[in-house]
């Protein structure tokens, strides 16, 4: 046998499977929860990699599903974190991984080097039926180049979806998730999801929308506890769901707007019902912004110190607390400031000079008593307005169902006469469209009024609205501790400042007064004042319900 054939047989190696012992683990991943339960993506996806695994021999093991979309950190996709939690609790086998394409395993260039060295380093095989890797440097150049365009089309993918959801909210619709109490439908008037009121949380969130711009619920909690209690909310204690409240308030879309700032994307007029007025949402913008009328009520008020949690320091404008000092033969209670960094820190206030003080302010907020016939005018005046902005509202309803229904008639005469299939067809959507939109006006119509069933709520509603302006000190004495705190804020914008030298500021002092203004001009610009009574006669403002007339000083 000559050298060369001994040199031949030596360097000859049988081929070596790379696959050999090892057990199959499936990856399959989707892009969102909706292509995982409409489409089969994940099905063929699972189906190829069962073929594959049979070719090579390769016993399959598990199967990894996700639906999980875009870059970003591998560990976010829970099966990726079920699969390495999986390998890494049988260290003695060996598996091969495989999976349908590379932008399945990622769609990030430095998560998709990541993720590489992390099987490498459990001594996983990868296997991609639509790549074949290369641990040489072109093929690690060559997977750097695919891993890439798997990137940029993620990139051009989002930048193509943002540039269409945006357009979509300029025209006045909303691209994203429902809004609560309201659910997102396919509308072939709207071209694409639209967003309807949810028929039993709409009027839930309706009427604690307006009951906290009117008073109704004083604090966001007792909003919270009232939806709590109609199952609006989940399971948790209402106190969890106080910022999700501040949220609903602060939403200028339940009153029937679109705006999103993010994309620069300015407040517009949606195509979407509103389920409160804009005046209803700018009064809660409003009272958001006062000083104590969101605020949770104090777990620790006691008969003891009404007015703890209510008034702050005249200096350092930080809250007051109270305390009961032990003297030589008895107690005796106070009020006094503990910022260390304030002048009046220690220096205690008598709970009977600060207590009489600010009961001696209810009694000057008391509503004059020629004014009482004014005032139920006013209320006449706006509660009737409203009622005959209703009833012309259904009336406009009710004519156009009726030139609706005319419609209909017409079209489907026109379907039945059709000589052309085309015609036919764009006869049906017509009529289908048209259908379409008499059953909104249907469905979201309003019962006819009737004032003789409003009239006994809207009256009790009005006594006590004008007993609390008429005497507030009456009211307040009549009332609980814990009823004292929510009364508080129905009298006072914010937390009252007093001094101990001073007492209270009264110059600029948020009372009753107040109170009342924001109370009848509510709907000040939907409603003439000048033609119900003369304007004050004791200034020249002009102003019919001058504070100055209203109320004794």
Avoid at 469 to 492: A, M, T
Wanted: aromatic share 10%.
């Amino acid at each position: 046998m000559s050298k060369a054939k001994k040199n031949n047989t030596a360097t000859h190696q049988p081929n070596v499977n790379p696959y050999e012992g090892r057990e199959g683990l499936i990856y399959a991943r989707v892009s969102s929860k909706r292509q995982e339960t409409e489409g089969s993506g994940l099905q063929s996806q699972t189906g190829r990699c069962l073929s594959d695994l049979k070719t090579i021999g390769v016993p399959h093991h598990r199967t990894f599903l996700d639906s999980f979309t875009g870059g970003g950190d591998f560990m976010n996709r829970p099966a990726m974190r079920e699969m390495l939690g999986f390998i890494d609790a049988h260290p003695y086998k060996k598996f091969v991984v495989i999976f349908d394409d590379l932008s399945r395993l990622a769609r990030d260039v430095v998560f998709h080097i990541q993720l590489r060295d992390v099987f490498r380093s459990r001594d996983v095989v990868l296997k991609c039926l639509n790549y074949r890797f290369d641990e040489t440097d072109e093929g690690w150049y060559s997977e750097l180049i695919f891993s890439g365009k798997a990137e940029l089309d993620r990139r051009q993918n989002r930048r193509q979806v943002t540039q269409k959801m945006r357009a979509r909210l300029e025209k006045g619709y909303w691209t994203f998730g429902g809004k609560k109490g309201y659910t997102m439908v396919k509308s072939p008037l709207h071209h694409g999801k639209f967003a309807e009121p949810h028929k039993t949380e709409a009027a839930l969130l309706k009427y604690v929308l307006e009951g906290f711009s009117t008073g109704i619920f004083v604090k966001k909690i007792d909003a919270c506890r009232y939806l709590a209690e109609k199952k609006f909310w989940g399971k948790q204690s209402p106190e969890k769901y106080i910022d999700k409240f501040s949220i609903l308030l602060a939403d200028p879309f339940y009153a029937g707007f679109i705006e999103y700032p993010e994309w620069e994307v300015g407040r517009r007029k949606g195509h979407h019902e509103a389920i409160i007025s804009l005046g209803t949402y700018e009064l809660n913008q409003r009272r958001l912004k006062s000083e104590g009328l969101s605020k949770r009520i104090r777990v620790d008020i006691s008969d003891d110190f009404p007015l703890r949690g209510l008034h702050i320091c005249g200096d350092c404008k930080k809250s007051l607390t109270s305390a009961w000092s032990k003297g030589r033969k008895e107690k005796y209670a106070y009020y006094f400031c503990q910022n260390s960094s304030c002048e009046q820190k220690g220096k205690s206030i008598k709970r009977e000079e600060m207590e009489g003080a600010f009961l001696s302010l209810l009694k000057k907020q008391e509503l004059r008593c020629e004014v009482d016939t004014l005032l139920r005018e006013v209320f006449d005046a706006v509660w009737n307005e409203e009622v005959g902005e209703v009833r012309k509202l259904e009336t406009a309803k009710q004519k156009h169902r009726q030139i609706l229904r005319v419609k209909i008639k017409e079209i489907t005469d026109l379907v039945i006469g059709a000589k052309s299939d085309a015609a036919k067809r764009a006869y049906e959507g017509q009529l289908e469209e048209t259908a379409l939109e008499l059953e909104g006006i249907i469905s979201g119509g309003a019962d006819e009024l009737d004032l003789s069933e409003t009239s006994v709520p809207y009256r009790t509603a009005l006594e006590k609205a004008t007993g609390l302006l008429k005497s507030p000190y009456k009211i307040w004495n009549s009332v609980d501790v814990l009823e004292k705190h929510r009364l508080y804020f129905f009298i006072f914008e914010e937390k009252l400042a007093y001094s101990k030298k001073e007492g209270y500021r009264t110059d600029n002092l948020p009372s009753a007064v107040r109170l009342f203004e924001e109370f009848v001009c509510t709907n000040s610009h939907d409603v003439e004042m000048g033609g119900i009574e003369p304007p004050c006669r004791r200034c020249s403002c002009g102003n019919l319900l001058c504070v100055e007339y209203l109320f004794s000083s």
